[in-house]
């Protein structure tokens, strides 16, 4: 803290380089981090310092920014930088309407975040220290805010058409967010956005993506009263034998920041005082960014002087609640738990981690993650379970989870604390009382009889359950899908094609398998079913999606597509196509547009001629010439590579430049492996 930049001081007369961006937190700031910037400004260095004003204290729990009763202001950093002598300041904000009456400094402006590249671009040209402020309040404090009703929550969400959507990840990219996760479909990856987790930031619509729309007006769909489950038609609970706690017991809450782990410690802590009982909390981590790993470490003893450390140390945790699977398999975590001394209470519920931003194929590691907590602790003392599917199911949010998980553990006999003592804790939270308490008797039922209680809802439930089709099977649909994309004739097309490589590769390899026709079959459909706007319009149309709102909106809702139209779009500072919001009127269009996929390829495609729509074409002979070449030299030790350069165009997604970019690793992949066969059939 206070030391960003303070090197670079040091560094640049002995760099290249000429310039160098630092960040700072306001909380940083007002420590520490203003020492660095006013040494940077008398050694006259060529920097920036990117100060985020976040309008909390984000690493701690989102407390105010200082102690003055008003906090602290962009306005107020505003003065403090200019009085320090930087060469240039300018304020970045997400809603930058608001300084529009407000007294700037000369020479100060103000820029929507859009704007941020470009900012930086100029400053980095600027001599001296210059200040950008980056003025826009935590997104999980944001959410904090909503559910506490301290801040408006704006009337509308974002929805994914995961028919439209390409699974490239330029979303997650752009946002940053872990609310964007994947769901695996017949037709690959793709992406979803978990409204229960949502920070409402909207800033996953700027990937470069027709599948986004908003939804304005309405609110989600929650379960009637008459269709959701009741805990009176469960048996009644027995009461758990709690421990003793004569000696330190200790409790570790791990989790996703963001999500209330430091609230669940707190919750164990007041009941322990409610008790009278002594009772040590501390908080490790503290990331409340959405994304980190925290942890709170709880100590209850009958007695204070029974404590005798500030956290729970190696091998001696009484009890584990993970509330999040990776975060519970780390390393910290594994070391306070002994083999049949500590229970834990693992939610196996798949979160996406920040990997997942930058590697669309991320896989999330439940089985590994499971199989180390329980080498820790033993097959007994592990109780394992989905524990958002039933807070979302039964509650209708997975913020009700680790309320759940804590229901859970004490229902196990694993917290020495009174049920009654827990359940005023939660009243004098004072944050969603009665379905706080509600969640903990779920998870108390989870505990006693957990198939009684996934029973209740797994009849009903909407789960896209994914089970690998057979070769008939995937071809059939895709010959289905074809045939609405196009026509009969083109379908045909697919389905001989893939017949003729099923016949090639059972010539070589009998009823051995069949991974080269699966790829071909994956690739060539891939290939074939390129999303022009003849197919956006008709996977808009065909009636799937808007089922999909309607199970999920109710109300009077408005939907908004959000499309960067070739022949309307206007492109930014980059050379890209810029996206632009189009009203309901744009559904009735892409009602019109569908039908004309008869032109599609002709010469007399209004959209055809664009480079990228050739591309699509040439890339389909491309591939059928590439497939009939690898047959023709085909042997039982080269159908393993033949199924890799059969693949290659599933690593083909997304729409305009991010398009391009994949489909150029896609061709260097490609070459490689040719290369690859060649120098075999060579050999």
Same mark, same amino acid.
Request: with cysteine; hydrophobic share 40%.
């Given at each position: ?40 400004? $008398? ?57 529009? $009456? ?148 200790? @409790? ?11 609230? @669940? ?5 007041? $009941? ?36 005798? =450390?500030?956290?729970?140390? =190696? ?32 939610? =196996? ?133 074809? =045939? ?24 070589? $390899? ?128 080269? @159908? ?44």
């Amino acid at each position: 803290m206070g030391g960003e930049g303070v090197p670079w001081v040091g560094q640049q007369p002995f760099s290249n380089d000429q310039h160098m961006f630092a960040n700072l937190g306001d909380g940083t700031y007002f420590h520490s981090g203003i020492l660095a910037i006013r040494q940077s400004i $008398a050694a006259g260095v060529n920097i920036t310092y990117k100060l985020l004003y976040n309008d909390a204290v984000a690493m701690t729990g989102g407390q105010q920014v200082g102690e003055r009763p008003e906090g602290h202001s962009v306005l107020q950093i505003m003065k403090s930088l200019l009085s320090e002598g930087v060469a240039r300041l300018v304020i970045v904000s997400d809603d930058p309407l608001k300084y529009e $009456a407000v007294a700037l400094e000369p020479g100060v402006t103000v820029h929507h975040r859009d704007e941020m590249d470009r900012i930086q671009r100029e400053l980095r040209e600027v001599k001296g220290t210059t200040a950008l402020i980056y003025d826009q309040t935590c997104a999980t404090e944001k959410r904090r805010r909503r559910k506490r009703g301290k801040l408006a929550d704006p009337e509308q969400r974002v929805v994914i058409n995961e028919l439209v959507c390409e699974g490239c990840g330029d979303c997650s990219v752009q946002s940053n967010c872990l609310s964007v996760e994947p769901v695996e479909t017949e037709f690959g990856r793709k992406r979803r956005i978990n409204q229960h987790s949502c920070n409402k930031d909207f800033s996953c619509v700027k990937g470069h993506c027709p599948s986004f729309v908003t939804v304005r007006g309405g609110q989600l769909r929650k379960p009637r009263h008459d269709q959701r489950a009741d805990l009176r038609s469960l048996p009644t609970l027995p009461e758990p034998t709690l421990p003793l706690a004569e000696k330190a017991w200790g @409790i570790v809450v791990g989790g996703v920041g963001g999500t209330g782990v430091i609230t @669940i410690g707190s919750l164990l802590g007041m $009941a322990a005082h409610l008790e009278g009982k002594g009772v040590v909390t501390q908080d490790a981590g503290g990331l409340a960014q959405k994304g980190g790993a925290t942890w709170s470490h709880v100590q209850i003893a009958n007695r204070p002087e029974a404590i005798f =450390t500030t956290k729970v140390d =190696t091998a001696q945790a009484d009890l584990v609640i993970a509330c999040d699977s990776i975060v519970g398999a780390m390393k910290y975590t594994l070391t306070v738990m002994q083999q049949g001394r500590s229970f834990v209470a693992l939610n =196996t519920h798949g979160t996406p981690t920040a990997a997942f931003v930058k590697n669309p194929d991320w896989q999330f590691p439940g089985a590994h993650c499971e199989a180390a907590v329980r080498a820790s602790v033993g097959d007994d003392h592990l109780g394992a379970f989905d524990a958002e599917q039933v807070a979302v199911q039964m509650l209708g949010d997975s913020l009700y989870t680790n309320p759940l998980m804590l229901g859970y553990a004490w229902q196990r006999g694993r917290i020495p604390l009174s049920h009654a003592a827990l359940m005023r804790a939660f009243e004098l939270n004072g944050v969603q009382v009665a379905n706080n308490q509600l969640a903990f008797e779920w998870g108390r039922h989870c505990a006693h009889d957990l198939a009684a209680v996934q029973a209740l809802f797994a009849a009903q439930q909407v789960i896209q359950i994914v089970r690998k089709p057979g070769l008939d099977e995937q071809v059939a649909r895709r010959v289905a899908f074809l =045939t609405d994309y196009q026509d009969a004739d083109y379908a045909a097309r697919y389905q001989a094609f893939v017949a003729q490589v099923r016949a090639a590769e059972s010539a070589v $390899a009998g009823l051995k398998g069949s991974a080269l026709s699966e790829a071909v079959a994956r690739g060539l459909f891939k290939l074939m079913a390129y999303k022009d706007e003849y197919e956006v319009a008709r996977l808009y149309t065909s009636g799937h999606f808007l089922k999909q709102i309607e199970a999920q909106f109710e109300g009077d809702y408005r939907l908004h597509v959000n499309l960067a139209p070739p022949l309307l779009a206007k492109r930014d500072d980059d050379g890209h196509l810029a996206k632009s919001e189009y009203g309901p009127w744009m559904l009735k269009a892409f009602g019109l547009i569908k039908h004309l996929r008869f032109l599609r390829g002709t010469a007399f495609d209004p959209f055809g001629r664009s480079e990228e729509r050739r591309t699509e074409r040439a890339l389909i002979e491309e591939y059928v010439q590439t497939i009939e070449q690898l047959l023709s030299d085909l042997n039982p030790e080269r @159908i393993d590579l033949a199924t890799r350069i059969a693949a290659v165009p599933e690593h083909i997604r997304g729409y305009g430049h991010v398009k391009e970019a994949h489909l150029a690793k896609a061709k260097a992949e490609r070459e490689a492996l040719l290369a690859q066969w060649q120098g075999k059939q060579l050999g």
